[in-house]
């Protein structure tokens, strides 16, 4: 499998490839760990200012912008909507053209947002064992299954990565899968 390297050749984030005859659970969660992972491994090796630069004009869209967006998304499903948890928003609403956790703010690291990003998905998973994927949780007056969720997560970071893609390659010619 190829992966992109930072300079120095580390590569911390080790990204595996989701099996091939797993059961549905199995296989739904190994995908969505997966581009999971591609979203680390778009975001490793790079400092701050590369982190919360907007590589790709008009776009206001940075990697930071990204790994908080998403740390916004893991918390909506997995907490608010799936454990039914009254949680705040992580990243509170700047009344920008892009809320949900897009824009960037001064006082927020990427140190800090890596590791809410990764909280996160640590309750998210500790939500989620143990569920059946036919367990079902409200959802604006209709009721979503795991399997749902999960299927709905798979495409947020499906369509994420690409945008990490096409922002890393204009950061530093980064590329890879």
């Not at 809410?116 to 939500?127: G, P, Q």
Request: include cysteine.
């Amino acid at each position: 499998m190829a992966t992109e390297r930072p300079a120095d050749g580390h590569v911390s984030v080790e990204r595996q490839r989701p099996p091939t005859t797993a059961d549905e659970a199995t296989t739904l969660a190994a995908w969505l760990d997966f581009y999971r992972d591609t979203l680390a491994l778009k975001c490793e090796g790079l400092d701050e200012p590369q982190l919360r630069t907007a590589s790709a004009p008009p776009s206001e869209l940075t990697l930071l912008g990204l790994v908080q967006h998403l740390t916004e998304v893991e918390r909506a499903w997995f907490r608010r909507t799936l454990a039914g948890e009254d949680v705040p928003s992580v990243y509170p609403s700047t009344g920008g053209e892009h809320d949900e956790g897009f824009d960037l703010l001064d006082d927020v690291s990427a140190e800090q947002a890596m590791t809410a990003w990764r909280e996160e998905i640590a309750v998210a998973k500790r939500n989620c064992a143990g569920r059946v994927l036919d367990s079902t949780a409200p959802f604006h007056g209709m009721e979503v299954s795991l399997r749902w969720i999960y299927t709905h997560m798979i495409a947020e970071y499906a369509r994420h990565a690409g945008h990490a893609d096409l922002l890393r390659e204009r950061i530093d010619g980064g590329t890879g899968v």
